[in-house]
């Protein structure tokens, strides 16, 4: 009976040791990524002047606006202090050039709206009533809108990103599919040897590929050019293609592309219509790979482009020369993410099948 509860002992033992480790996982992978989301919706103030930092940026500010014999004070509260601290300028006065920059001061650091005419219709209950309180809705998407805004050549980097993104997709799947489909159908001395020789590509460090890459880029007229950083990016995704492709195309059985040519389709016709529907689980994980290698791709694109850079590039660039700005550059990283997850969703029914799953 002892030996019996100490198992059992051990055993809990173990899955409690296991649940420990994995939730420790979890956190160390899950925390950085909600940091980095919590940041990216936080004002200036938030970011700068609370502390400690909240885990959550708030939905709405809120306002006093005083008077005395100097002038109109406005404050705002402080969830750290728990209380109103002065934000904004000293003193202001109740005069249009005064009440722009107000408004257009607390637009810049709190992420609130407010109009020049309510600021107005609140200075006349300060002078009935001595002071007053107020709330504004914060604009969640202002340090998105900021950074597209602020951030030169933001928007055509994206544009530059897709563009890439889209050609390395279709290089490496066209190149490596059939690549991997000779590799699973076809027997030929020093097969092994060829199949393991496409990953030695891999094994080298991006840059020090990017660097000769700019000499032959430059000579074929494709240097800082969108094509031109596709074929480098492709060079490492048509390998991993030619991995999972051929060991999709294996799983699949000689039998059905034999079925259709007796049916009298071509070798081409069982290809195009029995063999490749019954691999998109394992194209779309190479897809998958391949758009996040290529949109994440940061030093051989910082040495292959001047002034077409991609959207990773222009992130990094705002972020070593930022002075502060955590908010904006946080919401640039966002940004850069958020095409990638979308991809990955749409992509998500194909993976899942390979994976084993029927239901999406």
């Given at each position: ?254 039998s059905l592309e034999e079925a259709a040519m007796i049916f009298g ?96």
């Open positions: 009976m002892n030996n019996v509860v100490k198992r059992q002992l051990r055993r809990s033992a173990k899955r409690t040791s296991l649940y420990i480790v994995l939730v420790g996982i979890a956190f160390i992978i899950i925390f950085p990524v909600f940091f980095l989301f919590s940041f990216s919706f936080m004002s200036d103030y938030e970011t700068y002047s609370e502390w400690p930092k909240p885990l959550v940026p708030s939905f709405k500010a809120n306002f006093m606006i005083d008077k005395n014999t100097e002038g109109y004070h406005l404050f705002i509260f402080n969830k750290s202090e728990d209380g109103f601290m002065p934000f904004g300028p000293l003193v202001f006065a109740n005069n249009e050039k005064d009440i722009d920059s107000l408004r257009k001061f607390i637009k810049l650091q709190s992420n609130c709206k407010i109009s020049s005419q309510k600021i107005v219709e609140y200075l006349k209950v300060v002078d009935n009533n001595s002071r007053v309180e107020f709330s504004i809705k914060k604009d969640l998407l202002a340090n998105y809108i900021l950074f597209f805004k602020v951030v030169n050549g933001a928007p055509k980097a994206v544009l530059n990103s897709l563009m890439v993104a889209g050609a390395t997709i279709l290089i490496s799947l066209s190149i490596g599919g059939l690549g991997g489909y000779a590799f699973a159908r076809y027997f030929f001395k020093g097969k092994n040897i060829l199949k393991l020789s496409v990953l030695f590509v891999r094994m080298f460090p991006a840059v020090s590929l990017a660097i000769p890459m700019v000499i032959i880029l430059a000579k074929m007229g494709l240097y800082d050019q969108p094509l031109g950083l596709s074929l480098v990016y492709s060079v490492g995704q048509i390998s991993m293609s030619i991995w999972i492709t051929a060991s999709v195309f294996m799983s699949i059985p000689v389709t071509s070798k081409v016709g069982a290809f195009w219509h029995v063999t490749l529907p019954l691999a998109l689980p394992g194209l779309a994980a190479c897809a998958m790979y391949s758009f996040i290698g290529s949109w994440n791709e940061v030093i051989a694109a910082v040495v292959l482009t001047q002034f077409n850079p991609t959207f990773p590039v222009v992130v990094y660039k705002a972020l070593v020369g930022s002075q502060g700005q955590i908010n904006l550059i946080t919401a640039g990283s966002v940004a850069q993410a958020l095409p990638a997850i979308i991809f990955t969703l749409i992509i998500r029914k194909y993976i899942i099948q390979m994976w084993g799953g029927v239901k999406v």
